[in-house]
């Protein structure tokens, strides 16, 4: 596979904690949620008042979200799909 990802935002993403990241598509495929991505400086100023405006509704729902995350990233689930790969 020729891609990679930082592992500071699947780290982050188990935590629970948001993400805001430069525009890349492949973010937003890769992780379902807890990806905000901004293109402007005004879409980030905007994504960065919408997320400390909501911050408690964004953390509650990647607290559900970082379980099913944690699972399909750990250790074992990711050597396991090596084997069969």
């Known amino acids: ?44 100023e905007n994504t960065m008042k919408y997320l400390l405006n909501n911050l408690d509704e964004v953390r509650a729902s990647l607290r559900e979200y970082s379980h099913s995350f944690r699972e399909a990233f750990s250790w074992d689930r990711l050597a396991e799909n090596t084997r069969t790969s």
């Open 1 to 44: 596979m020729n891609f990679a990802t930082p592992l500071k935002i699947a780290e982050a993403l188990a935590c629970g904690v948001p993400i805001i990241t430069t525009n890349i598509a492949e973010f937003k495929v890769w992780y379902k949620q807890g990806i905000y991505t901004y293109s402007t400086y005004v879409e980030l």
